[in-house]
C-alpha cells in the first residue's frame, strides 16, 4: 500500500501503531524499515515510542518524523529534546481530541484515544509549540470514522493559537470535505485513512479537484495532476 500510495502522488505517509502505547509494545522498527525502502516521500511514524533512544532508533530505520502523543503528555521534555537532538522539522505532537460539552471545549486523550487526560486541546497545542514541536497532527475523535468531514471548529480554534503547521485527521469522507479542512479550517495539510485504503477516493483525483478550487498541490511524479 506504501509503494502505492507514492506512485499515486500521496504527499506523505503517516504510520501510526495506534495501539502499542496502550498495550505497552515496542514500535515495529523492521514494518518502518521495510516500508521506507519502498517509498520516497516523507514518513511520518508514531505508536510505542517512550524515549529518546526510540526516536533515534525510528529515525536509523528510515522514518523521517516521529510523532508523539502518550508520551509527549506524560513526558513533555521529550519533545525539547526531541527538537534540540534531532532538529524540529522531525516532531510531531499528535492530539486526539474530544468535545466536552460541559466545559465547551476539546480535551486531549491519549493511550489511543482511551484515557481523558482532562488537558485543554488549545492549550496543549500552544504547550507543544513552545517546547519544540514542529507540527501538531490533530484528530478530532468524534469525526473520526464517520465519513461527515472534518471538525472545523476545532480545525480553527488550534490553528488560531498555533504558528506550526497543523494536519487535518479524522472524518474525510469526500473531496469537499478535504477543501473545507484546508480552506475554512486552515489546516496545512489533510490526512485520510479508509477513504484511500479501500479505493474510495483516488488521491490524483483529490488533487485535481483541489487544483480546480484554487488549493496548490504537488504534481505527482508522472507530471499529472
Known sequence: MARRYDREGADELVFLDITASAQKRQILLEVVRKTAEQVFIPLTVGGGIRSIEDIRMLLNAGADKVSLNTVAVQHPAIIADGARRFGAQCMVVAIDAKYNLRRKGWDVYIYGGRKNTGLDVVSWA??????GAGEILL??????????????????????????????????????????????????AALAASLFHYHELGINELKRFLNKNDVPVRMASNGII
Open 126 to 131: 500552544r504547550r507543544a509549540e513552545r517546547l
Open 139 to 188: 484528530t478530532s475523535m468524534d469525526c473520526d470514522g464517520t465519513y461527515d468531514g472534518y471538525d472545523i471548529k476545532l480545525l480553527q480554534a488550534v490553528n488560531r493559537a498555533v504558528g506550526i503547521p497543523v494536519i487535518a485527521s479524522g472524518g474525510a469522507g469526500q473531496k469537499r470535505h478535504f477543501l473545507d479542512a484546508l480552506t475554512r479550517g486552515k489546516a496545512d
